[in-house]
């Protein structure tokens, strides 16, 4: 019966022409077939492709169904306080939108679960996809892993050879650091002699340059002395030299005095 009093309102509410439900409110009354045209052509062709189960359409019907069923209660009760029976009206309008509420409920729900099996089924079929291609890619995974192993197992050994080459030539390179050691010292050595023996020859040339200046000082000295003593010498031999001529001379003079007397 709420059913039919419901289909019966619909095709009552198409008919009439909008206008104001409650002078207080901004509530219009309008033909309900303009509603769901428009929410039939909420839905795209774009939508519908998307949407292969009808999921996006089949929500935005259950919207459009329950804003209209809203709108239809809010003519009803309008109306109803313009009927003898206001509250019995009220009532069966009441009736009516939970009736219609109720269907909607249980459509939502049976499309939620409907999503939600969609999405269980879509998600087993992500698992399904993933584990073949997994499963596919074993052999080429299988390979890459034993040509991963191998190269990291040639690693290891190109480094346990490397390391076996350097202890066997630790040795050598012992001894070669010894003999490069032992060539460092003995060339610092050389280094060390010939800087002592530049110093001791710049010390002996110091020292036989003050003998030789030495020894000039000493025959300046003896060639002074013997200059004095020629030159003591020379006079002294003048003096004799005069003394003797003197000499003569005054024998002769006394020889002349003697013959002058003796004649």
Request: charged share 30%; hydrophobic share 30%; net charge neutral.
């Given at each position: 019966m709420a059913v039919l009093a419901c289909a019966g309102f619909v095709q009552a509410a198409t008919a009439q022409t909008p206008r104001p439900i409650n002078p207080g409110t901004s509530v219009t009354e309008s033909p309900l077939d303009d509603a769901r045209a428009t929410g039939?052509?909420?839905?795209?062709?774009?939508?519908?492709?998307?949407?292969?189960?009808?999921?996006?359409?089949?929500?935005?019907?259950?919207?459009?169904?329950?804003?209209?069923?809203?709108?239809?209660?809010?003519?009803?009760?309008?109306?109803?306080?313009?009927?003898?029976?206001?509250?019995?009206?009220?009532n069966a309008a009441?009736?009516?939108?939970?009736?219609?509420?109720?269907?909607?409920?249980?459509?939502?729900?049976?499309?939620?679960?409907?999503?939600?099996?969609?999405?269980?089924?879509?998600?087993?079929q992500q698992t399904a996809l993933k584990r073949a291609q997994y499963e596919a890619d074993a052999p080429q995974r299988a390979t890459t892993e034993k040509a991963s192993a191998e190269s990291f197992a040639e690693k290891?050994?190109?480094?346990?050879?490397?390391?076996?080459?350097?202890?066997?030539?630790?040795?050598?390179?012992?001894?070669?650091?010894?003999?490069?050691?032992?060539?460092?010292?003995?060339?610092?050595?050389k280094l060390d002699d010939a800087a002592a023996r530049g110093a001791q020859d710049a010390r002996d040339r110091d020292a036989k340059a003050e003998r030789y200046e030495a020894k000039q000082r000493d025959a300046a000295e003896h060639q002074a002395e013997v200059q004095a003593r020629q030159k003591e010498a020379a006079v002294k031999q003048q003096q004799r030299a005069q003394q003797e001529a003197a000499d003569r001379a005054h024998q002769e003079q006394l020889k002349q005095q003697q013959q002058q007397q003796s004649k």
């Open positions: 039939a052509n909420a839905a795209s062709p774009a939508d519908a492709d998307a949407d292969a189960n009808g999921f996006g359409a089949r929500q935005k019907a259950l919207d459009t169904r329950s804003e209209e069923n809203n709108y239809r209660y809010a003519v009803k009760q309008h109306d109803c306080y313009n009927d003898f029976f206001v509250n019995h009206c009220l009441r009736a009516a939108k939970r009736d219609v509420s109720q269907e909607i409920r249980k459509q939502q729900l049976a499309l939620d679960d409907e999503q939600r099996l969609q999405h269980a089924q879509q998600r087993d290891q050994r190109q480094n346990a050879l490397s390391e076996a080459q350097r202890t066997a030539e630790a040795p050598q390179r012992a001894q070669n650091q010894a003999a490069y050691d032992r060539k460092q010292a003995d060339y610092q050595k």
